[in-house]
């Protein structure tokens, strides 16, 4: 198997927005009921469903919904071993769960970390997951081998996301309450500089190359992009309202986008660096991912407890997946990569 994915929060409850940030019987109800394409891509997409404590997974190649699996008390963002048999999943109320969706358990086992935990990246080079802990202001290092925790590391006042530097010790922190995404060393544990972006930025990725960072500035309903060699911001993209979440397609030409407040997927050409289609999606998209073979991009709505799947050929919704309520993150499982994290 491979793996393809406070006082200064906005203004609905910092619960409901952190989890934006970033579920018995299943009929027709609570799965795909178009069958208008043909899904070819085996694999599964795992979806954290944040008032449902459990964690969804939907088959690629029948878009259909399968038996929740227990994830914790507030399961937000989540991120998937090399080989694709555990899900590790950050808690909001605290603490990352370890989950094996072929033996799943209730309660799953718990590493301890602060509350507020809302997004995790692993660094596969060090085997190491990075929780970022948005209400401590950190991000918190958990050793995937012993699943022991190492010493918080100061990320900001509320940092919402993190994207690692693969091949190098470097790892970039969007701050929500500075507008400012810094540049962390995660061997020395120290803030090494910082690049001024956008309002309220809550979602970072890095392009091809890791020369270029996207970040989703929800207080400015844009996309800053950022030159990291030249530490600057380059371009502002305008998408849609309450930018979220970001994905990026696997050739990095295109950069999906996930706007909450608007209900919308802005598709950007990122050598033009503009707004080619956008798409509507539901109530409150929350996270978002693209399949492998770039043809349907999976877009969680946590407002309408339900992913969208986009046909990304026609730029239109092929079918609506119900799932459990408070959908935020989600990721691909396809053979043995990483395709989708929120």
């Known amino acids: ?12 409850p910092p619960r409901r927005f952190l989890a934006a940030l970033a579920a018995a019987s299943f009929g027709c109800a609570l799965a795909a009921c178009s069958a208008s394409a043909q899904w070819g891509e085996s694999g ?5 469903d944040s008032t449902s404590f459990a964690i969804t997974p939907i088959h690629l190649d029948t878009n259909r919904a399968s038996r929740p699996i227990p994830a ?54 060090t085997k190491t997951a990075w929780v970022v802990d948005s209400v401590a202001g950190t991000l918190t290092p958990v050793n995937l081998v012993t ?31 500075s507008a400012r995404l810094s540049r962390l060393d995660l061997g020395t544990g120290k803030i090494t500089g910082t690049i001024g972006v956008g309002f309220q930025p809550v979602d970072v990725i890095l392009g091809r190359g890791s020369r270029t960072a996207y970040v989703a500035d929800y207080g400015d309903d844009a996309v800053s992009v950022v030159s990291l060699s030249g530490r600057t911001r380059r371009r502002v993209v305008k ?13 990095g030409r295109y ?20 707004v080619v289609h956008t798409i509507a999606v539901g109530r409150e998209p ?11 991009a ?45």
């Open 286 to 296: 929350a996270g978002v991912a693209v399949s492998s073979d770039g043809r349907f």
């Open 72 to 125: 914790g008390s507030s399961p937000t963002g989540l991120a998937a071993s090399a080989d694709g048999t555990t899900l590790y999943v950050a808690n909001y109320s605290g603490g990352l769960a370890i989950v094996r969706p072929t033996r799943p358990v209730n309660p799953p086992p718990m590493v301890d970390t602060a509350s507020g935990s809302i997004r995790v990246a692993i660094d596969r080079s």
């Open 44 to 48: 599964t997409a795992y979806v954290s």
């Open 255 to 274: 950069l999906y986008v996930a706007n909450y407040a608007s209900g919308s997927l802005s598709v950007v050409d990122t050598r033009t660096r503009t």
């Open 147 to 177: 699943d022991k925790t190492g010493p918080p590391i100061g990320a900001g006042d509320h940092p919402t996301s993190v994207a690692i530097d693969a091949g190098s010790s470097l790892a970039y922190v969007t701050d929500f309450g």
């Open 298 to 342: 999976y877009v969680t709505d946590y407002g309408g407890n339900s992913v969208s799947v986009v046909d990304l050929s026609s730029f239109s919704i092929d079918s609506r997946i119900k799932v459990g309520r408070g959908p935020s993150g989600i990721v691909i499982v396809r053979n043995t990569r990483e395709d989708g994290v929120l």
């Open 239 to 251: 998408v849609g309202t309450e930018p979220s979440s970001l994905a990026l397609s696997s050739t």
């Open 1 to 12: 198997m491979t793996v393809e994915s406070d006082t200064s929060l906005p203004r609905f």
